[in-house]
């Protein structure tokens, strides 16, 4: 069965870089979200998206903006870089108003060095 | 602002033994999920309840949902190695964020 879907996998960027993070969800799953995870922490709501408009909005830093595209999948854009922005970052997707659960890409492992 | 606890957060037990991990969250929820989470891994969805008094069961692990004590368990039956992971709880309304647990780390050791 199709997954979420995250690249890259793995980005090593330097202090005040720029990163682009992808997510193309489950087919005709309408709504995507973006989690933040540090080390040993669990996962921090940045921001979600319902049929391409924001829908709920979290601890997102104003260094970062996202957006989900027609064809559904979705970037978060990452800006003036901090080495505390070293993270897991989670994608995870979901049918508005199916009961089942959301489903987590694999991350997006982030070190900013 | 739903607040999810999660206790104990670190849990050492040992293989064939049986424990419960809780989880209280602070206002009404409409589901409750519990996630597997293995290092430097992604969530796996173990369990997804939805209302109140539902019990599931998949191998050694069942979950149960109180709404009206905000508590749902994850109860684990004679342990073993594999099911050393974190463990997150988190609740939420359909369409909106969910709020996740602080987590608990499990080890079982032999």
């Known amino acids: 069965a199709a997954g979420v879907i995250q690249s890259p996998r793995h980005l090593i960027k330097e202090k005040r870089e720029t990163a682009t993070l992808k997510c193309y969800p489950i087919?005709?799953?309408?709504?995507v979200y973006w989690y933040q995870q540090g080390p040993g922490q669990d996962p921090q709501f940045l921001i979600s998206f319902y049929e391409k408009m924001q829908s709920d909005k979290g601890s997102i830093p104003d260094r970062f903006s996202a957006q989900q595209f027609s064809d559904y999948h979705s970037e978060l854009n990452m800006s003036s870089l901090e080495l505390g922005d070293s993270a897991l970052y989670f994608c995870?997707?979901?049918?508005?108003?199916?009961?089942?659960?959301?489903?987590f890409g694999s991350g997006t492992r982030l070190t900013v060095v | 602002e739903l607040k999810v606890e999660q206790n104990p957060l670190f849990l050492s037990m040992q293989e064939g033994k049986n424990y419960t991990i809780y989880c209280n969250y602070s206002?009404?929820?409409?589901?409750l999920y519990w996630y597997r989470q293995d290092p430097g891994k992604s969530l796996e969805s173990l369990f997804v309840?939805?209302?109140?008094?539902a019990v599931k069961q998949e191998g050694r692990l069942m979950a149960s949902l109180d709404t009206k004590a905000r508590l749902s368990t994850l109860h684990i039956t004679a342990a073993v190695h594999d099911l050393s992971a974190t463990y997150f709880c988190a609740g939420g309304y359909t369409g909106n964020q969910f709020y996740f647990g602080t987590g608990t780390s499990l080890t079982v050791i032999p």
């Open positions: 087919p005709r799953h309408d709504t």
């Open positions: 309840l939805l209302s109140n008094g």
């Open positions: 206002t009404t929820s409409d589901r």
């Open positions: 995870a997707s979901s049918s508005r108003w199916r009961v089942d659960g959301y489903t």
